[in-house]
Each structure stands twice: as C-alpha cells, then as structure tokens.
C-alpha cells in the first residue's frame, strides 16, 4: 500500500493542486460578479421582447433567468427582440437624419431606437448594455435575407470589435433557423464570454469527453511501457577506462584543408499581409452612441 | 580448509567493514588460524560431505554453516595473482537491492523477502585482465558545412579535409570473467571496478565468501578482451575526430598486441530470485555497489497500478476541463 501511494504520488498531488484551482477561480469569479451594483431603475424589467412568438412561453422564461444572471455577473444589459414585421417604411423615415440606409441597416434603426426609448444599462440609462434585434420577415429584402442587428452601447460598445459582433452574430445565424432558442442562448452566453474574459463562448476550448478517455489511456500505456522495462544496470564504462593515463597517446593529427566550394540560393519571400479593421461606430436618432453590426439567415 | 579462531574455535570470516579478520563467535579480529583438511570431499570443521561444484574453490557447509576453501583450487598453476576483496557487506549490498526495488513499480512484493536475502552470498568471481598496446592509423576525408544568408540569397559553403590520424593506446587490465556460470553481459555491465583496491592474492580474504577459479584458460578467453581493446579504440578515434559534417573513411590499419595477463578474483553479490518458475538472478558489484539483473514483472501489479493511472487520468482530466469552463 505504501508503495502503491508511492508511485502514484505524481497523480494525486496533481489532482489535489487541480481540485485546489478549481476552487480559488470558482471563488475569485464570484466574487467578481458581486462587485456590480445595478444605476438604473428607469429602464423596465424585460428583457425578452418575442414579438414573432418564435420561443415558447418556458423558454422565454429560461432565457430571461439566464439573461438576469448573466447582466449581474458582467454589469451590462442584455436585451433580446425578435420582430416578424417589414421595417422599410419605418426606418425611411429616419434617413434625413442618418443619411441613406441600405435593406440591412433599417433593423440597426430599430435596434438602437428600442435601446434609447427604453433607456437600457446596467450602471445608469442609456448606459451599458447591448441589444440583438432578430426579425425574421424578409419582405424588405430583395435577396429574401431575414436581417438581425447586434446594436452595443457603454462598455459593450468599446469592448466589442466587428469581429467579436460578426462572431456573436454568426453563431446566431448559424443556428437560428433550427433551434432559435439555442441560438439566442448562445448570444447571451457570447455577450458573456466576451465581456468577462475576451473569449466568446466558442472559442472556449471544451475538452471532449472522448479525448479524456484517449489521452488517458495513452498515459496509461506510456506508464506501463515505462515500467516494464526489466533490465537494471547500463553501461558504465567509457572508451578509455582501461586506458593507461585515460588517454590515447596521438603521433599524427592532422586536419588539411583540401578546397572550398560555395553554393548560393534565392530566398523568395512573400509580402506580409495587413492589419485588422475597427468596430464601426455611429450616433443614432436619438442622440446616443451605439455600436454594432449585422447579418442575416 | 577452514579458518578457525584461536580464542574460541569458530569460524572467522573477513569482514568488509571491519577490513579485518572477524569471528561472530567471540566477536575477536584477526584471530584466524588456518586448519586444513577435509579437502572438497568433506567439511574441514564437522566432517559432514560438501556439495561441490566442478569449478568452485571456496563455499559453505550445509551442514554447520562453516566457509571453507578448497586450497588446491588457489594454489599452484590456479594461484591468483591479484584479489579485490570485498568491500560491500551484505547488509549493504541488501540495500542496493533495495533501492533498486523501490523505483521497480511492478516487481512483485516477494521480491526481497527475508527468506530468499538470507540465501545471498557473496562470491569471488574469477577474471582475466589483459594489457594491450594498440597501434591505429586512420585516414579518410571529412567535409565542413557553414551556411549563412545575406539580403536575399543563401550561401553554403563546403570545406573539404583530408584528415590523418595515427594513435597509439595503451590498455591496463581489461577484464573478462572467466567462470561459465556468470553471464558475459552482466559481468561486463558490473565493471567497472576500481584497481586502486587490488591486492596481491591472500586467502584469507575469501572466507566467508563462496568462489571459482577459473573455467577456462586465459587463451580461450583472450578474444573477448581483444574485442573490448578495439572498440574502445575505435571509440577513442572517433573522438579526436570531431567538427566534421560527414566522414568517409579511405585507410585504417589496427594492430592490437597483448602483453600480459593477470588471473583476479573478483567480488560479486549473487542473488537469485525465484517468480513463478523462473530464477532471476541479481548480481551488486561487491566494491562499488552497482545493481545489475532482470527484474521479474508481476502481472496484477501491472494490470492494477496502470489501470490506477487511467482512472487518475481521467480525473485528472475532468477537472481541466472543469477549470477551463469557469476561467
């Protein structure tokens, strides 16, 4: 037994130190999410605005309990709307103000209109937060594209580049059509992500259950191959342990130049690529800031 | 024969941690006084029949536990000239072993019981030791290779060496044993010993060991040195040839000359373990220490502490993957 918790010391210091890890991070992000005290009492409690009905009544909860979690650990608003209506006419009339709109910017209107008028963020109104509008008619588009529009304002707004909002977004896109719950899960838990460590909720490396059990069993023959070696005792002697003076006496050494030849080759290089662009930012109708981007499915 | 103490007539051994003459008895040293008789036939002390091996020149009773030598296996044409007495005690040598066991994750648990140490003995293993002087001329071409890069071209260049060597080694004792019982691999895996402890041959230093003299002549062995001296002067060459990218090798002339020859007896623990069938038999070098042998592998010992490592593993890995989904 003694030998036992001998040889397997390595694993169980190693589980210990894990376990102990585990519990300092778990401890440290509590902690964290406690340190974020809601300004804003203007703002309604809603969060989950299904005007499409494309969620049912259960997940509409769920959603609103994850969002409530979420806002108090990260200290931002996340709001959700799903539309089923032409937005066209609505947003036309907002161009004297904005300049000319494309078919996918009038969702931004909308987007950053519904943000203002309901004075969301978390620290005070018109404050941190973000809202995704998803509508799912295609009446405006001459593609037949149902548009969606992520609109960010306070800390989401500077923290998220276009890549972060186009990655949100596209893991919406992705899924929206077959599971609309689950892909407006994945916003929320993107928002997150983003907003508590840089990484969205995709980028976090999940290990598979199936790599445990392969690296696993691929440590456990390592071990029994690196034990099973039998033979106790290697070579010991060198070359010159029976030499007398442990030296060999040298009459010639000689190294002669004889030529040289030189050889040249042509390097190709290629020309370095450029550099990564910024989040698009603009004022909205209302006066605020807002940043943002959108796509379709 | 048999070395009696002259205070209380028991048997006096050598003792490597004394480096004296002990007798167990009385607890007196150097108190030994040779009595012969008994010849290999029967024990010198109790007269009980002594189980012989052809070549073996010093053993134990059965009977009363009395180390006795058989003087005409040490004498004459079968004197040794050198002896390297033993240095390592038993209990020390107990704990080589030992050391060895505790790292050996699968060895069975019986491995060192007490009832099969107790059948260790220490032996004086016969050897032949060689004097060579060797003669060596090589010659051949050897290529340097330097590359650098300047703006954008590559340039390598190649420097060609005619290379000359003439070298001249002289080998002191190289050992080879000389019993047919002992394995070549692991006597040669037990050197090396260090000379400085050599001694001119005196008998008294194998009591209370068992011993060989030689089974073969020291002509028969002759090649197995030879090799050795060679190698290792291949070896000394190829060390004063360095810097070289490659090496083709265009003349090599060797001569090996041996000029004399020593007759040793050398210390050697001998423990034989005994697993399922099978004798596994560890041999500690009885001046420096040094383990060699076949560790004998218990299969549930296998199976058991890797399947523990899989279930470590495994716990081990969820929990990564528990820290990686709160970071």
Known sequence: MKKYIKSMAFFLIAIAVLLIIYFVIR???????????????????????????????????KLEKLIAKREAQIGCDIVLVILNEPLASYAKAYEDVLGSLSESEYVMVY??????????????????????????????????????WLSTSGRVESRFSTSMINHVI???????????????????????????????????????????????????????????????????????????????????????????????????????????????????????SHGGGGGHH | MIYKCHNCGGNVVYDPQRKKMYCAHCEGTDSEEPVSGGGAAQCASCGAPLQIKPFQSAGKCEHCGCYQIFEERVSGQFTPHLILPFVVSRQEAEQKLNTEFSWRTFAPASFLSRATLQKMEGMYVPFFMYDYHVHYDWSGKGTKVRAWTSGDTEYT????????????????????????QMDDKKMDLIEPYDYWALEQFQMKYMSGFFGEMYNQGSEQLEPRAHKKAERDTEELMMQSIVGYSTLANEYRNMNVNQKTVDYALMP????????????????????????????????????????????????????????????
């Open chain 1, 27 to 61: 401890g440290m992000k509590g902690v964290v999410g406690e340190d974020y005290v809601r300004g804003n009492s203007t703002a309604p409690a809603q969060r989950v605005y299904d005007y499409a009905d494309v969620l049912t009544g259960s997940e509409e909860e």
């Open chain 1, 111 to 148: 987007a950053d209109n519904f943000y203002d008028e309901y004075a969301f963020g978390y620290n005070k109104p018109h404050g941190d937060g973000c809202v995704l509008v998803d509508n799912w008619d295609r009446s405006d588009s001459v593609y037949g594209y149902a548009y969606n």
């Open chain 1, 170 to 288: 596209d893991d919406v896109n992705d899924r929206v059509n077959d599971d609309p719950y689950e892909a407006y899960k994945s916003y929320v838990n993107n928002i997150y992500s983003y907003m508590s460590s840089g990484k969205s909720a995709s980028d976090r490396v999940v290990i598979p259950f199936y790599a445990i059990i392969i690296i696993s069993a691929v440590v456990a023959v390592i071990y029994l191959i690196g034990n099973l070696t039998k033979n106790v005792g290697t070579r010991t002697t060198a070359s010159n342990t029976y030499v007398n003076g442990g030296k060999a006496k040298m009459t010639v050494m000689t190294d002669q130049f004889i030529r040289r030849s030189t050889t040249k080759r042509h390097i190709q290089r290629s020309s370095g690529g450029g550099g990564g662009g910024g989040g698009g930012h603009h004022t909205s109708a209302g006066g605020h």
């Open chain 2, 157 to 180: 260049e190649t420097s060609y060496y005619h290379i000359n060597r003439s070298m001249e080694v002289d080998f002191t004792r190289i050992p080879v044993d000389a019993s047919n």
């Open chain 2, 268 to 327: 050697v623990w001998v423990y034989e373990y005994a697993y399922r069938g099978e004798t596994y038999t560890f041999y500690v070098n009885g001046q420096t220490g040094k383990v060699i042998g076949e560790m004998p592998v218990s299969k549930p010992k296998m199976i058991g502490y890797s399947a523990s490592v899989f279930g470590f593993m495994m716990v081990i890995g969820q929990l990564v993957r528990m820290i990686m989904e709160v970071v």
